[in-house]
């Protein structure tokens, strides 16, 4: 059975640094396609940012590129999220999640409900 657990998050102050983590446990594929969305108000399921572990090619939302970094740890499925310079617009709960099919389908047409497994998510408060 598959089990995707997140972990990190917190509170922190806008401008700070928070890392959060995931990982796969029970996955029987050779590689995953793995990202993040953020569930902010009304439930909305904003994208984050995924990578490859096949090749380690990544994808960033716009509102996040050049301030969040997504990396994999090797031999293992598991994701980490280093987020810098942290807006109040970054606060949510961030789900992780994961897929055998490749990345480049599902960040070509980019919808959460494409993954087949999430974790539970871990909350990020950004505070002004």
């Known amino acids: 059975q598959v089990h995707v657990v997140e972990s990190g998050g917190g509170s922190v102050q806008a401008g700070g640094s928070l890392n959060i983590s995931c990982e796969v446990s029970?996955?029987?594929?050779?590689?995953?396609?793995m990202g993040w969305f953020r569930r902010g108000p009304e439930e909305s399921r904003e994208e984050v940012a995924g990578?490859?572990?096949?090749?380690?090619?990544?994808y960033y939302a716009e509102s996040v590129e050049g301030r969040f970094t997504i990396s994999h740890a090797s031999a293992k499925f598991a994701v980490h999220l280093q987020m810098n310079n942290l807006k109040p617009g970054d606060t949510g709960m961030y789900v992780c999640?994961?897929?055998?099919?490749?990345?480049?389908?599902?960040?070509?047409?980019?919808?959460?409900?494409?993954?087949?497994?999430w974790g539970r998510g871990t909350r990020v408060t950004v505070s002004s």
């Open positions: 029970g996955w029987k594929h050779t590689s995953a396609c």
């Open positions: 999640m994961a897929d055998s099919s490749p990345c480049s389908e599902l960040y070509d047409d980019y919808d959460p409900r494409r993954f087949g497994y």
């Open positions: 990578i490859s572990t096949a090749d380690g090619t990544t």
